[in-house]
């Protein structure tokens, strides 16, 4: 067995989460895949896989590996192709969250699509995690830690969950000073991924809660921008939705300090063998456009 294989065994296993499952994937023993591990650890100098209370995952020194067996893996199949087919063809099918799909994605989309005019690409915008395979999509922008560490991601950058309000609410209601306040104050909280009545602090958001007792909620988070810049309240929104408002003074960050760690934007795939080549270069497209927003890792 060549070390691409082992690689790609790797890959797998972190994939599938199981070296059953692995194994059966890529028509291998499960005596070879175990073999390919430990030859790969013993080579590494450092244990790369661990099992946690459901399935086989990577460690810290593993992860590390997994990234660049992935780009490793994806550059070689890429080689493999007919170096006379130029042009790309058929359709793609992309997802992401609604304003950061509108905002960023779309602009590189038609990019993408400029350069390469035999493409077609179907943009499925939806803030709710759609399943790749379930929906028929290639590739999604995540926003946050993955659930699934089947699935194959990229980091383009990192956002932020901030505390804003207009400066009309603020010259009227006064600015909080701590956490601990934001439960006098008029918020606007979104309903679709936190919970209703509260606002959680501290670096990974287990540490203060704030109970709330929300002016306004909305599912979706143009009518929460649309509410903030009215002065109705205090909302928390991620930090390229509110961007624009910031810088032209529109809105104002409340208590920075506070703000729990970055959550990372990730572009994510369901498997990194066999990847078409259509879906290889948007992924290797995006990530290069996407990594130099000003608005994701704010430069």
């Known amino acids: 067995m060549d070390r691409l ?22 028509r291998r023993s499960a005596p070879a895949i175990t073999r390919a591990i430990a030859s790969l650890e013993q080579r590494f100098g450092a244990r790369l896989v661990e099992r946690t209370t459901r399935r086989l995952a990577a460690t810290e020194a593993g992860a590390r590996l997994a990234e660049r067996a992935q780009l490793l893996i994806g550059h070689y199949q890429e080689a493999l192709f007919d170096t006379t087919e130029t042009q790309l063809s058929g359709l793609l099918r992309v997802t992401a969250p609604v304003q950061f799909g509108r905002k960023h994605v779309a602009p590189l989309v038609m990019e993408f699509l400029r350069l390469h005019p035999d493409m077609q690409i179907e943009m499925v915008l939806n803030d709710r995690n759609l399943e790749l395979i379930d929906e028929g999509l290639d590739l999604a922008v995540r926003i946050g830690h993955l659930e699934d560490s089947g699935k194959v991601a990229r980091k383009v950058g990192d956002v932020t969950r901030m505390l804003v309000a207009s400066p009309a609410y603020l010259q009227q209601h006064g600015s909080p000073r701590q956490p601990a306040e934001l439960a006098q104050h008029q918020t606007i909280v979104g309903t679709l991924k936190s919970p209703r009545n509260e606002w959680r602090f501290g670096p990974n958001e287990d540490g203060l809660r704030v109970k709330l007792s929300p002016r306004l ?29 910031l810088a032209a003074g529109t809105m104002v960050r409340l208590l920075p300090e506070a703000e729990p760690s970055p959550m990372p934007v990730q572009l994510v795939v369901q498997h990194i063998q066999r990847i078409p080549r259509k879906v290889r270069t948007f992924w290797d497209f995006a990530w290069e456009r996407l990594s130099q927003l000003s608005q994701i890792n704010g430069a």
């Not at 989460?17 to 194994?23: C, N, T």
């Not at 988070?221 to 390229?240: D, N």
């Open 5 to 26: 294989d082992e690689l790609e065994i790797f890959v797998a296993v972190l994939q599938y989460g199981s070296l059953a499952e692995a194994a059966r994937r890529t």
């Open 217 to 245: 909620l909305f599912n979706e988070v143009e009518s929460q921008l649309m509410a903030v810049r009215a002065g109705h309240g205090i909302a928390r929104l991620l930090s390229y939705q509110v961007a624009d408002d």
